[in-house]
């Protein structure tokens, strides 16, 4: 347990896309656009954003997929693909901070993950990144039926692994989550580097400088 401006924490939460995955439909949509103009109109008008996050609420790609390809025939293998060949959307890992989740956990600093991710999609990153397991607890979205920035989503962590708001550092790089999260009390990280990140956990002396 450690303290900045006279505030203890002692748990650290990781959002995973964007912060330990490297995750952008764009890895895989490169592949298969030669136009990148044609690709960015296709996820911002067809397989967006929006229309993904029904899938991190657990609606799964047997039912959303077909719908959507019905509505786009011309369309269709490039919105199948988003379900065929999900695992190609993330370039690896980040390492930068996948070494520092393994440095916490060397120094038995508690880690948890709170992840917005489909019902798929999960147990494939489960059993294909090792660090994916080096967690004392994770929440799934698409398991629980809710997502972030819902607070309920922040609130179910709190409450499943008895972690104190004012006590817990959130990892996230979305500023909605940052938000959601410190309107309930929590200390929070806009990820955007390892490096940051680093700083951060060493000025709140959770990771010495030798590490």
Request: a negative charge.
């Amino acid at each position: 347990m450690s303290s900045l401006a006279g505030v203890s924490t002692d748990a650290v939460v990781f959002d995973v896309g964007g912060v330990l995955l490297d995750w952008n439909p764009r890895h895989l949509y490169r592949k298969l656009f030669a136009d990148e103009r044609e690709m960015e109109r296709f996820l911002a008008e067809i397989c967006t954003l929006d229309w993904h996050a029904a899938h991190d609420l657990g609606t799964p790609y047997s039912e959303s997929l077909p719908r959507l390809a019905a509505e786009h025939p011309e369309h269709e293998d490039m919105i199948l693909a988003w379900g065929r060949r999900s695992e190609e959307m993330i370039a690896g890992p980040i390492p930068g901070t996948v070494d520092i989740l393994g440095e916490l956990r060397d120094r038995d600093v508690r880690c948890y993950a709170l992840t917005n991710m489909e019902a798929e999609t999960y147990p494939l990153r489960l059993e294909r990144y090792d660090f994916m397991r080096w967690f004392d607890g994770t929440v799934v979205s698409a398991t629980e039926g809710v997502a972030k920035p819902d607070p309920e989503a922040f609130l179910l962590l709190l409450r499943r692994y008895d972690l104190v708001p004012k006590r817990t550092l959130l990892i996230d790089d979305s500023e909605r989550n940052i938000r959601a999260a410190r309107a309930l009390g929590m200390r929070t990280l806009h990820f955007r580097s390892p490096e940051q990140l680093r700083e951060r956990l060493l000025r709140e002396g959770l990771l010495a400088a030798g590490d």
